[in-house]
């Protein structure tokens, strides 16, 4: 998608509205851009909206303050300002354009309306399946990353339309996410991740749009073996939605991983890190029970099997920021 910042800034020129009524447009409209450009998206946003009220419909500037105005709403997730602007920048182009169609699309889903998500994908020039509900597609696997402007957690999904994801790996309970969530995530790529023989696009999560059944349960335990973490990943039970060793799985990204840019990272003495029997597990569940009843048979059937700790605390969804993203 087009960045903001190849939009033209406004110049002064001749109007009927007279020189000091041009020159205020202009001026707004540099402090617009300039609060943009610092992430104060309410100032931005209503600063947009004065230079749209005064500008002629005739004059080509508008559809573009339109788009600034809606991409600001869509930062601050205020969807049915977004789509409307979005909708009225349309409304003044000859042709289709691909950013203003990805924003609308973003804020229609958001909003659950289908027909004008399916609209403004077919401008975008995407297949989605036809119909009158929820879009339900596979649209394969990417990355998203949770809380991009605070500790930025990536993890797998199964997107299931355009923007919209469901949680495959189980998130720290400080996201607030929960496995099985269904999140909303923007439309530009911030990187890629491997999966895989490949690598998948990594989006940033604009928010949650549907919590699942599950809670996450950090569990502190003892594997004499990866077996043994095997065998508990193996196990099946009523309410159990996945275990992740977070152990293995989880790595502190340098910002060049977390963007995809290839590079390599020194181990000490070069030597491989061996196994470590205590480890860190996320276990997705709908109760506490059914993650003891698991671990239970988990200890009775291995030796040196282990279990300190089982832990659950309640994280909100932190409010989402733009200004580091």
Same mark, same amino acid.
């Given at each position: 998608?087009?960045?903001?910042?190849?939009? !033209?800034?406004?110049e002064p020129t001749s109007s009927q509205r007279g020189?000091?009524?041009?020159?205020?447009?202009v001026a707004i409209d540099a402090a617009a851009f300039e609060a943009f450009d610092r992430f104060e998206l309410e100032l931005a946003a209503e600063r947009?909206?004065?230079?749209?009220?005064?500008?002629?419909? @005739?004059?080509?500037?508008?559809?573009?303050?339109?788009?600034? @105005? +809606?991409? @600001?709403?869509k930062y601050l997730a205020r969807w049915a300002d977004s789509l409307q602007h979005n909708l009225a920048a349309q409304?003044?182009?000859?042709?289709?354009?691909?950013a203003t169609a990805w924003n609308a699309g973003i804020a229609a889903t958001a909003l659950g309306d289908w027909y004008q998500a399916r609209q403004q994908w077919a401008l975008a020039?995407?297949?989605?399946?036809?119909?009158? +509900?929820?879009?339900?597609?596979?649209?394969?696997?990417?990355?998203?990353r949770l809380n991009p402007s605070g500790n930025g957690e990536t993890l797998f999904a199964q997107r299931i339309d355009v923007v919209r994801a469901r949680l495959h790996?189980?998130?720290?309970?400080?996201?607030?996410? !929960?496995?099985?969530?269904?999140?909303l995530h923007d439309g530009a790529a911030t990187g890629r991740r491997r999966f895989g023989e490949g690598s998948v696009a990594v989006f940033n999560v604009l928010e949650r749009l549907a919590r699942s059944e599950f809670r996450t349960f950090t569990v502190f335990a003892?594997?004499?073996?990866?077996?043994?973490?095997?065998?508990? !990943?193996?196990v099946a039970a009523p309410g159990l939605g996945s275990v992740e060793d977070w152990t293995a799985s989880m790595t502190l990204l340098c910002l060049r991983c977390s963007y995809g840019i290839p590079h390599e990272h020194s181990t000490a003495n070069n030597e491989p890190v061996g196994w470590q029997p205590e480890r860190n597990l996320g276990i997705a569940a709908t109760h506490r029970r059914v993650v003891e009843h698991v671990l239970e048979r988990w200890l009775r059937n291995g030796r040196g099997r282990r279990v300190d700790a089982i832990e659950w605390r309640e994280h909100a969804v932190p409010p989402h920021r733009y200004d580091s993203c």
């Open positions: 998608m087009p960045a903001a910042g190849l939009i !033209q800034r406004m020189p000091g009524a041009e020159l205020d447009i947009f909206r004065s230079v749209v009220a005064a500008l002629d419909a @005739a004059d080509p500037k508008l559809p573009e303050r339109h788009y600034m @105005a +809606g991409l @600001a709403y409304a003044l182009c000859d042709t289709p354009d691909q020039g995407i297949a989605v399946p036809s119909g009158d +509900g929820a879009i339900e597609a596979d649209f394969g696997v990417c990355g998203v790996n189980v998130p720290l309970s400080e996201s607030g996410f !929960q496995y099985g969530d269904i999140v003892n594997a004499p073996g990866s077996a043994d973490i095997a065998a508990l !990943q193996s």
